[in-house]
Structures are given as structure tokens and as C-alpha cells.
């Protein structure tokens, strides 16, 4: 590891101009690329005290051994440079995007004589005209097979042409009038050009001429009573706009720009662009990328549009390039693209509108990407295993923790306190086995107490039931390492069949249904079910820093408890605390070990937050019959529509009561008893007139009613909502 100040230049060495500079590493390699308008002030950030610079930035000049710099004359210059030296060095530490798949294009080969529509994917070919990307290249074979009717361009390869030259016969698409054949000479190599450039200005969104071209063509062949010609016309213009319905009209005007979102997290951004040409979306793609260095969104697009518009000139670039965040500064970026393209380019944030509603949509696919990518990382075996022991060797573990607990606290500012344990087997979830708990040892808000007091749950059920069983009463190898594949318990979500959790939130009761295969014999009851809390992690995560760190190793202490290893992962800035140190330990940006460390904290967090606010809803929902014991929901709605509302059937007997479908007497008895000692509702309000509705006594407290009648919740939605932690 390289000491900064040992390559630090004097500060009255550096220029005060725009450039670009290149840190090296003792290799003389070149692991980071960057420009700036002041060459001075921007390296004099990076020769500061280590404890200030980001965790990564931190990385980046331990590891260089030199820096150098290129004096350019403008910031657009400078723009230039600094992607063609990314291109050139790939270096470590900047963003470079990856395609999450090759996406094809549709191209015509307008640098051959007798151009050719073909797929291709790649690096672009100059002289080829590219259409999309596309998502799958069956849509470009049915666009195409539709355009050939009116455009009939060669689609063969060379050696299918050159063979048809031969022989003097074309192919079947020759016959069937899909191509004009030119290679037996039915038509010139300019009549053939000149059809490749109709098709590609339909392609590129110049479709409203060409169509009208046909229709008035079409007329005339009828009124010469051509009708053959006429139909076949007429069929041409099916085909066409057969062809443009594929693509849906997204913006008015006939706008020709490209939307451009972003996805991130503290780790990873993916990036969407959806190519918007004549109003309609021709064409998708998008990137994946490791966040190496500290960067804003801003500086993310920036590197997007780089990596887009690098090697592109001319119409391809379009007129408009629509944004979530404006690179810092914007004017040397919008330069750049003004001078690709040869005209002016817009370069903005959408506010309303269609353009802001399609935005929305591209972010939506940006989200939905990032997901997937992170889904398909954590189904890989190797990557699983090498994560489990980065972990291992950064808190200094005996052996790869096979099983990971996370847990987290949630509640709505200091109501419906909740926790989430969540279990990660060989880097996988383990739903069958996540645990829910409401904190019952105080009222209000502490997340340190909170934690305390889940620890403290589930290890004494643990060592109650150890005790109960005895099983490792002579040794504690035989279960030291061998995950039980299921526990009974509250199914992830609570899915279909879940069974009902116990009071204090901890797993089903007894005879509750669960998945055993594969349990070792010493996790398993006499009747095959999994045994409860029976099998310990090697490893608990608390998602929070040094005091929740500090509270659940003096719950494992208070316990007893001391082979398993204890962290906490801090939110802002990734950070893994360990009990009774005062620094963290800093995995590595590209580390495995701290993707999944990530992975298990943001899926407890999910998991406490669906929690709370199921708790929250019903507590909402609550009424007078809940109390009723042994009345179930059937029964309740029974009730509310035999007699209208609550109001009706407090004053009614238990006769009337007896009345309703499935009521007997003893439980109309208990129903009018509980009705009788619950308080009245507060009468309910028609927020539309003010008219206080008084025989609408069921509504949910907190509620008031609508024009309707129907129960609308008070207050604000930040009123409502809060803020959920």
C-alpha cells in the first residue's frame, strides 16, 4: 500500500486548466482516468488526510504510485480525452458499463453494392446503417419478414448470393416476390440501393410520406380500374402499418430522443435507455456496472453517455437526450453531444407530461434490471462460496459461516415495534426459516433495547431447547455444522397454508406443517417435524452500527453464548462493525463477502418493514367484534350484513342475534356481552358535506367516510405514514 504524500506533486507544479490525469500504479499501469476544469484544485482533493476521503477514493490513491496530467485547452476537450483513455486503459477504479446481454440490431450493409438486411450485434461496422437494439432478434425476423413485401432487399448471405449469380436462379424469397433478386439481374445495383434507402427511412420513423406515396397510388390504380395492382397496394399498406403497430406510439410529435435511467445502490447501478425515433420506441438496452469510485447520479449519466454516444456521429445521436440528473457541469457535456451530432442537442431532466410518465417507465426497467442482475450474482456457486469466505477471513472466523441470522428492528416512530430475523444458508434465503417478533419489553422507540431483546429471544429458545433435548449434552459436533433444511414456522410473507405464529412471534405451534428433508437426525423430533430454534448460526448480523453491535453481543454473553460471531453492517456508508472494536472493517468495493452481507441486511429490513405495517393495517382495522373470542371473519361478515352496521346489532337481543346463519346462543350471549363493554365508535364524518353519518358505526377507528359512504383514512399521507425504520 503506497503512501500518498510520497508521489504528492507540488501544488505550483500543477496547471490551473482544464485537463485530464492518470494515476499508475508500481506496475505503471493505469488505474484511473479523470478530467477536470481545474487541474490544481481537483488533485488537491486527492492528497488530503486518508480518514477523510471516501472508503473508495481511499482505495484508489493507496493504491496508485503516481500521477500525471494533460493540459487541454476547454472542458469539452477534456470530455473527449477522457473517454478515449478509458477506452484505451480500462482502468480499475472508473465506471465502466457492461452490456447485461449483446443486443442484436437490425442492419442494412449500405458499404456493400447490393446492400443486405441482416442481425447483428457487436461492435458497429462503418458504413452499415443500424437499427434498435432490439430485446429479442425474432422481432427483428418478423419486421423484417413484413417490410420485404413492400421493400424487397437482399437478405441472403454471400455465399447464398454468389451461388444464385451461378446458377442463374434466385432463392425462394426470389420466387415469392420477398426480394427483388438481384443477383440474377432483375433489377440494378442502383434500383436495389434505391430500395435499401426506402427501407431505411421507413426504419429510421419517415413513415407518414411513404404511406401517403402508396394510398395516392393506390387511388390511382383503382380509378385506371388496376384493381390487381390496386389490391396489392392496398396489401403493402397492411403490411406497413402492420409493422409500425409493433412499436407503439409513445410521444407525440413524431420526437426523436432517447430516454435515459438509472438504478442504484451502494454497490451496483444498472442503466436503461429506450431509443424513442418518429414518436415510437425503436430500440432498448441497458448496462450494469460495479460503483468502483464514489459517484453521483449526475456522474453516472455523464459516463452513460460517454459510453453511448462515443463512437457515434450524425442522426445518431438524437435531437434530444432526456435524463434523471444533469452531469456537473452540464455545458461541456451538451457541447460534446452538439458537436457528434453536427446540430444542436437538448440534454434535460423531463418535469410533466408524456415525457416525464415514459421516464418513469425506463426507470421501472432500470429497477427491474438491477433486481435481476443482483438474482442471477447470488445464484452462482462459486461467487456464493468465495463471499462466505471473504466473511470468514475479514472477522477472522474459524471456517466459512454456512449459516447467517440477520435481524433488524422496525416501527412507525415508536409504534408497532417489530423485528425480523432472517436466515441465509450457503448464501441462499432460507424463507422456510425467517422469524418475526414484537418487542414486548417496553414501550417507545430504542432500536439498541429492541435488538437486546430479540437476541435474547431467540438464544434462550435455543438453549431451552438444547436443554430440553439434551442432544448436545457430551459435545456440540454433532450439529456444529449441519444446516437443517427447514423449520417449522412463519413461512416468508406469510404464503399460502403459513402457519400461525406464536404469541411472543417466534415459530408455529405444534403440528404446524413444515419440510424436513434433509434435517439431521439430531434437529428432528420423534414425529419428524423440525425442531424449534433448535440449530444455531455461526455468524449473526444486526443492521446497524457499534451500539446495536454492542447489544446483541451482551444478550449472547448474558447467555452464555460464546462461539458465535457477531457484526453489524451500517447503511451509509457499507461499513462492518465488530463488537468491542473501535474501527470498522472496510471490505473491499468489489468484495463478494460485502455484496452479501448487503443482500442479507436489505432482505431483513424487507422482511421487518412487511411486518410492521401488516400490524399496522390490522390495528387500523380493528373493531368491536375482534374481541368476540371464537368469532371468525365468515361469522363477522355474517353479522355487519344481517343488521347493516355495529350500531344495529349492539341494540338488537340475542334473540334477533340468534337470527343470523351459524350464531348460536352461547356465542350470542358472548357477542352481546363484548358489544356491551366496548366503547361506541365516534360517529363518522362524509368529508364531502360534513354531515355526521350516524348510523354508520363500523367503520374502522381513525377513519372517516367519503361521498360514498365508504371509510377513508384521516389525515395526511405523511400523517399516516410516518417514517418506517
Not at 420485404?148 to 449469380?165: D, E, H, I, M, Q
Not at 446458377?167 to 430500395?195: F, M, N, W
Not at 452538439?338 to 416525464?356: A, C, E, H, M, Y
Not at 457477531?566 to 455484496?595: F, H, I, N, Q, T
Request: proline share 6%.
Amino acid at each position: 500500500m503506497a503512501d500518498p504524500s510520497s508521489y504528492r506533486p507540488k501544488p505550483g507544479d500543477i496547471p490551473d486548466t482544464p485537463g485530464v490525469y492518470r494515476f499508475r500504479d508500481e506496475h505503471r499501469r493505469v488505474i484511473y482516468v479523470g478530467k477536470a476544469k481545474s487541474l490544481r484544485q481537483r488533485l488537491a482533493n486527492y492528497f488530503q488526510d486518508l480518514a477523510n476521503l471516501h472508503p473508495r477514493t481511499r482505495s484508489m490513491v493507496t493504491t496508485a504510485a503516481s500521477v500525471e496530467w494533460t493540459v487541454v485547452s476547454t472542458e469539452v476537450e477534456a470530455l473527449q480525452l477522457e473517454y478515449s483513455w478509458i477506452k484505451e486503459f480500462d482502468p480499475r477504479f472508473n465506471v465502466k458499463y457492461r452490456d447485461d446481454k449483446s443486443y442484436p440490431y437490425l442492419a442494412v450493409t449500405m458499404n456493400e453494392e447490393f446492400p443486405r438486411v441482416q442481425v447483428m450485434r457487436g461492435h458497429k461496422k462503418k458504413g452499415v446503417r443500424y437499427f434498435g437494439p432490439y430485446a429479442h432478434a425474432w422481432a427483428i425476423r418478423d419486421t423484417v419478414d413484413l417490410l420485404l413485401r413492400v421493400f424487397p432487399v437482399r437478405t441472403c448471405s454471400a455465399g447464398v448470393f454468389k451461388n444464385a449469380a451461378r446458377t442463374g436462379r434466385p432463392c425462394l424469397l426470389g420466387y415469392i416476390d420477398k426480394c427483388s433478386a438481384p443477383c440474377v439481374g432483375r433489377v440494378t445495383a442502383e434500383d436495389h440501393r434505391e430500395l435499401a434507402d426506402e427501407f431505411c427511412d421507413f426504419m429510421a420513423g419517415r413513415t407518414g410520406t411513404y404511406l401517403r406515396r402508396l394510398e395516392r397510388r393506390m387511388t390511382e390504380a383503382a380509378e385506371e380500374m388496376e384493381y390487381e395492382r390496386a389490391a396489392r397496394l392496398r396489401d403493402d399498406i397492411e403490411a406497413l402499418k402492420k409493422a409500425m403497430e409493433k412499436n407503439a406510439v409513445v410521444l407525440a410529435d413524431a420526437t426523436d430522443a432517447d430516454l435515459i435511467a438509472v438504478a442504484e445502490d451502494e454497490l451496483e447501478a444498472a442503466v436503461q435507455i429506450f431509443h424513442v425515433r418518429g414518436g415510437r420506441v425503436r430500440g432498448q438496452r441497458g448496462w450494469v456496472t460495479d460503483k468502483v469510485e464514489d459517484v453521483t447520479t449526475g456522474a453516472l449519466v455523464e459516463h452513460a453517455l460517454q459510453q453511448l454516444y462515443g463512437e457515434e456521429k450524425g442522426d445518431a445521436v438524437p435531437k434530444e437526450v432526456l435524463v434523471p440528473a444533469l452531469p456537473d457541469p452540464v455545458e461541456p457535456v451538451q457541447q460534446w453531444l452538439t458537436d457528434r451530432r453536427g446540430s444542436l442537442v437538448s440534454l434535460r431532466i423531463p418535469q410533466r407530461g408524456d415525457k416525464k410518465a415514459l421516464m418513469e417507465t425506463v426507470q421501472r426497467n432500470a429497477q427491474q434490471s438491477l433486481v435481476l442482475h443482483k438474482t442471477r450474482r447470488a445464484s452462482d456457486l462459486t461467487t456464493r462460496s468465495r463471499a462466505l469466505e471473504e466473511i470468514a477471513e475479514a472477522l477472522d472466523l474459524d471456517s466459512a459461516p454456512l449459516r447467517i441470522e440477520c435481524y433488524d428492528i422496525s416501527h412507525l416512530q415508536g409504534d408497532d415495534v417489530v423485528a425480523s430475523m432472517v436466515v441465509f444458508e450457503d448464501g441462499l434465503q432460507r424463507k422456510s426459516e425467517y422469524r418475526r417478533f414484537q418487542i414486548k419489553g417496553f414501550q417507545g422507540q430504542d432500536d439498541v433495547r429492541s435488538m437486546h431483546e430479540v437476541i435474547t429471544r431467540r438464544f434462550r429458545r435455543y438453549l431451552a431447547e438444547k436443554e430440553r433435548t439434551g442432544e448436545w449434552a457430551d459435545g456440540e459436533d454433532t450439529a456444529a455444522g449441519t444446516p437443517a433444511s427447514t423449520v417449522t414456522g412463519i413461512p416468508a410473507d406469510g404464503g399460502p397454508g403459513a402457519p400461525a405464529a406464536a404469541p411472543d412471534g417466534g415459530p408455529a405451534a405444534p403440528g404446524a406443517r413444515g419440510s424436513v428433508n434433509g434435517a439431521p437426525d439430531g434437529l428432528v423430533e420423534e414425529d419428524g417435524r423440525p425442531k424449534r430454534f433448535a440449530y444455531p448460526p455461526q455468524l449473526v448480523v444486526v443492521d446497524g452500527g457499534q451500539p446495536q453491535v454492542a447489544a446483541a453481543r451482551r444478550a449472547l454473553d448474558e447467555l452464555g453464548i460464546d462461539d458465535i460471531a457477531v457484526c453489524g453492517l451500517a447503511k451509509r456508508l457499507e461499513e462492518v462493525w465488530v463488537p468491542g472494536e473501535d474501527d470498522p472493517v472496510v471490505l473491499p468495493r468489489s468484495s463478494e463477502g460485502l455484496y452479501l452481507l448487503q443482500r442479507v441486511r436489505d432482505e431483513a429490513h424487507r422482511f421487518a418493514i412487511t411486518y410492521q405495517r401488516t400490524k399496522r393495517a390490522k390495528r387500523f382495522r380493528a373493531g368491536p367484534l375482534d374481541d368476540v373470542p371464537g368469532l371468525g371473519e365468515t361469522r363477522k361478515q355474517a353479522l355487519i350484513k344481517h343488521f347493516g352496521s355495529v350500531k344495529r346489532l349492539r341494540s338488537a337481543t340475542i334473540d334477533q342475534i340468534c337470527e343470523v346463519p351459524g350464531i348460536g346462543r352461547k356465542t350470542a350471549e358472548t357477542i352481546a356481552v363484548a358489544l356491551a363493554q366496548a366503547a361506541p365508535a365516534a360517529p363518522a364524518v362524509n368529508m364531502a358535506t360534513g354531515e355526521i353519518m350516524e348510523d354508520v358505526e363500523d367503520v374502522v377507528p381513525g377513519t372517516t367516510t367519503g361521498s360514498a359512504g365508504e371509510p377513508v383514512p384521516t389525515g395526511s399521507p405523511d400523517e399516516r405514514r410516518g417514517q418506517e425504520t
